[in-house]
């Protein structure tokens, strides 16, 4: 299963742990309607999509490489389970370097393209996760700070790991220890840094989960086991996570004004469950994130192979935000606003279903634009992934990160309850009107994410190894909204106005997260942004910027939306019609693995690959949309 399908059917489970669902999270009703009611709905043109899904036939001499490296990478992973642990970084950067080594003495000249994609995908990777190694180390030095007791903790759950004999005398001493220093430790930071870093304070509240965690799996394997231990150490355990939990508690509210977190140790570490636990609706003070910097950003790019700089990206966002402003005018003339499209827009977010019909929305909509790219022969549709996709609500707690639908597999619907106040009824109402699902229904299901995340479990999975780039995973859906629109999908002013308004929120994330990260932007300002320059509903707003930096998405995943997809379009124009046709070209993509699209690009293309290869493909061609 690809880590974003991963991620989203996890989403749903995180809202059972939260209490905010059902569980599973699934809708029993809307479910079994979706599923029985599919085959009879479509029209005829569905009907002859019983395709066979052809066996992946591919070769590469690097597969069972990646296969092994992804074998040991998790095995590491599972037993170094404490990520920011000096003895964990010190562990795989070893276990990077010994793969470099292993790559080099690979006969490159010898591989096939698949082989030589493969080196290139490995050889990239390696270089990514050793220059994060060092960015993660400089920045872990700023958290240490408020976390100078964690070596005992780890020392503890280290010696247990390791197989070693506990001294339950010596444990209780350490542990009385540790709380009489976690109740010293306030006053001592106070004195020491009276303005916190609040980016470093976030980080730390977050790693003491991981801590509480650990040290509850060092005192469970040996209380009540060890009868000397559990005299030992039951009260002096008792005692140290009392302490953890109010200075945690002085983190999160004295140092950051966020609500007292839930207790240390009681989730499992995700991001997107302690984002959302975190959440508050009508605050935004949980919204802190970490930016990366310049360097962080170019070590991103170039793994994605995106041969820009920040600047030069967020000059295009500006571009193509320009384009799109120029077409919501030309769209606002036809339904009689003149120029003024912001009341335009405002008219289309105000045509939204009543309560309750969301769903039904949806299903319509996504039958609508099945029926569209089977109808142009746009690319093959498997019955077994056309017939197989759930749906879900996504629960209150969760719209405040996930304001808008969230897809693959399971179809995620964001529409309000009648458990929300007046103001966030109406903000999620407008945010998810009409127009705009017109746009999106299919993004997240058919020919988006729900076909791509079938194909990409039976095509060059192996690959996953090494993960999935956003600019590959968002740009295929996105890319599809540039097409549709470019095919006439969009057929009503009210439809246009909703997929402009989609393009423009795209350009903004752009330029609000790589301004973040470059330290110009505050998430307050990216929020500003997002409302006053786009049009976004303040909640969802405050959602998009929540989502963007909780660290449930690595950095440049709201950027990866239009850039990836302006990638792919750039991709088609070059290939078709000259060499395949666009059901040869779909086909194709979804067969490469979600990698780097330079990297499909000089696949399909069977362009000229080395060892040292450097990415040096400019997308932003003539092609693209631009203003006249």
Known sequence: MTSRRKFLLNSARSAAFLGVAAAGAEVPAFAAEAKSALKPRYGDAAKSTNFPVPVDESHSALRPHLLRFDSDHQLLQRYYSVPFAPDTRARMREFYQLWQKQLAAIDFA??????????????????HRLRQLDLDTAFQQQVDVYLPFAPEILALFDDMRAMKPVDSKAAAATLAHLA????????????????????????????????????NAWFTFYNGYDPLFTWWVDVPYKS?????????????????????PPKPGSGDGDAFVQSMQSARAGSNKDIIGHAIGRDGIMADLANAMIPYTPEQLIELANHEFAWCTQQMIQTSREMGYGDNWRAALNKVKNTYVKP????????????QAQDFVISHNLITVPELARDTWRWRMIPPQQQLISPFF???????????????????????????????SHATVFHELIPGHELQGFMLERYRNYRSALGETPFF???????????????????????????????????????????????????????????????????????????????????????????????????????????????????AMLQQYAIPIELIRAAMLDLPLTPHYQPGWKFDGDDLPAVT
């Open 406 to 436: 969230l897809g693959g597999e399971v179809m995620q619907i964001a529409y309000p309850t009648n458990t929300m106040t007046y103001s966030e009824r109406m903000n999620s109402m407008r945010a998810n009107n009409t127009g705009m």
């Open 356 to 367: 309750g019909q969301q769903p039904a929305l949806v299903r319509k909509l996504e039958q």
């Open 110 to 127: 010898g591989l096939n393209q698949d082989g030589r994609v493969d080196y290139l995908l490995l050889r990239n990777y390696l270089q």
């Open 240 to 260: 140290a996570t009392s302490a953890l939990t109010g200075y945690q508690n002085y983190l999160a509210v004295h140092l950051l004004g966020l609500a007292p």
């Open 473 to 587: 995973i968002e740009g295929w859906a996105l890319y599809w909204e540039l097409l549709m629109w470019d095919l006439g999908f969009d057929r009503t002013p009210e439809e246009k106005i909703g997929a402009l308004d989609w393009r423009m929120l795209r350009c903004g994330r752009i330029i609000f997260s790589l301004s973040f990260h470059l330290g110009k932007m505050t998430p307050q300002q990216c929020i500003d942004l997002l409302v006053n320059q786009v049009g976004v509903e303040p909640d969802a707003a405050a959602g998009e910027v929540r989502r963007s930096f909780s660290g449930a998405y690595p950095p440049l995943y709201q950027a990866a939306y239009l850039l990836g997809g302006m990638q792919i379009y750039a991709l088609h124009k070059e290939m078709v019609p000259a060499k395949l046709t666009n059901k040869q070209f779909h086909d």
């Open 180 to 215: 009489t220093q976690l109740k010293q430790l306030p006053a001592a930071l106070n004195s020491k840094y009276p303005k916190p870093n609040k980016e470093a304070v976030n980080e730390a509240v977050h790693q003491l989960e991981t801590l509480a965690r650990h040290l």
